[in-house]
């Protein structure tokens, strides 16, 4: 019923940039914060950054912060986000995910109700 899927992920060299989009069906998009995480083999999920129901409030982990921008177009059910000097630690799979219950973006992974499949980011140097 609800699903989130990922798309643009890819394999780029350190310092490129990379958009990825995931578009939700199955929920009123406009009532969940949405959010990203990713993680690297071995690796416990982490936060990206999140964003607040009409984009007001926007969060990042520190790592990201200055080169990841989160979005979102309510009318396309989409959040995207637009990574840019991407750096080799940044590769891992991708994914977003959605929120009902929380008033801010959350940095927890157990605060989210729906999650994407994933989309692989591998940044080479």
């Known amino acids: 019923q609800v699903q989130l899927v990922e798309s643009g992920g890819g394999v780029v060299q350190a310092g490129d940039s990379l958009s990825l989009s995931c578009v939700a069906s199955?929920?009123?998009?406009?009532?969940?914060?949405m959010g990203w995480f990713r993680q690297a083999p071995g690796q416990e999920r982490e936060f990206v950054g999140g964003?607040?129901?009409?984009?007001?409030?926007?969060e990042y982990a520190d790592s990201v912060k200055g080169r990841f921008t989160i979005s979102r177009d309510n009318a396309r059910n989409t959040v995207y986000l637009q990574m840019n000097g991407l750096q080799p630690e940044d590769t891992a799979a991708y994914y977003c995910?959605?929120?009902?219950?929380?008033?801010?973006?959350?940095?927890?992974?157990?605060?989210?109700?729906?999650w994407g499949q994933g989309t692989q980011v591998t940044v080479s140097s």
């Open positions: 199955g929920l009123r998009f406009n009532m969940y914060i």
């Open positions: 995910a959605a929120d009902r219950t929380s008033r801010q973006p959350a940095r927890a992974t157990s605060a989210y109700d729906y």
């Open positions: 964003i607040t129901w009409r984009g007001g409030t926007s």
